[in-house]
């Protein structure tokens, strides 16, 4: 899914959180440094993964400019995303236009499903992004991921309905999780 279908290749830091306020920091502690970052304060409702080194995440980093990948969340303690991120070695978690960042309440079903009891079976895979034909895998570990190519538009029905899990065998392949039934079945068996 990238939805979660990208997150496994290295199994990125993830955590469902709300945007409790926005400041504009310095990107460094070089005064010749120009570069300023964005610093969103954040409340933790839960960790899926990666963030073992800091059990309490209060920040998350981005770019202050969308031409360095920058990204613009709203800080109104209301709105829940779903945030991926790459720790840094100075500790701050940082997140760009190249993580996957979704409003919770945008993910399908089948995302949410899949964060919450497919993601860590998928850790040991990675998606391989097809742009164009031809495009295939180069190893055992690796999911082709085709919205781009068949839909030209990287968050598709692959993305919105499947997981790259890995199988016992050390393949890996797409799994989609079922969406609910639309009414409820009584299991009745005939006299």
């Known amino acids: 899914m990238p939805g979660i ?5 290295r199994c990125r830091e993830v955590i469902r959180a709300k945007i409790s306020s926005e400041k504009v920091v310095p990107a460094s502690d070089d005064p010749l440094d120009t570069h300023k970052m964005i610093r969103y304060e954040i409340k ?13 995440v209060q920040y998350v980093y ?9 990204v ?10 779903l945030l991926t991120g790459q ?25 949410k499903k899949s964060l919450n009891q497919r993601y860590q079976m998928g850790c040991g895979c990675k998606i391989t992004t097809c742009y164009m034909v031809p495009c ?26 499947y997981a790259c899990i890995k199988r016992s065998d050390g393949t890996c392949s797409w799994y989609r999780g079922g969406p609910p ?5 009584i299991d009745i068996s005939e006299p």
Not at 45 to 56: H, N, R
């Open 181 to 185: 039934p639309e009414k409820e079945f």
């Open 44 to 56: 933790q409702i839960k960790m899926f993964k990666g963030f073992e080194k800091l059990k309490d």
């Open 62 to 70: 981005t770019p202050f400019d969308s031409s360095l990948c920058g």
């Open 87 to 111: 720790i840094l070695n100075d500790g701050k978690v940082l997140i760009h236009l190249c993580n996957y960042i979704e409003p919770w309440d945008d993910l399908s079903l089948s995302q």
């Open 136 to 161: 295939s895998i180069t190893a055992p570990n690796e999911c082709l991921w085709t919205d781009w190519l068949i839909e030209r538009r990287l968050y598709g029905h692959q993305a919105r309905h």
């Open 72 to 81: 613009k969340l709203e800080a109104n303690n209301k709105k829940q995303y």
């Open 5 to 9: 279908a990208l997150l496994p290749a």
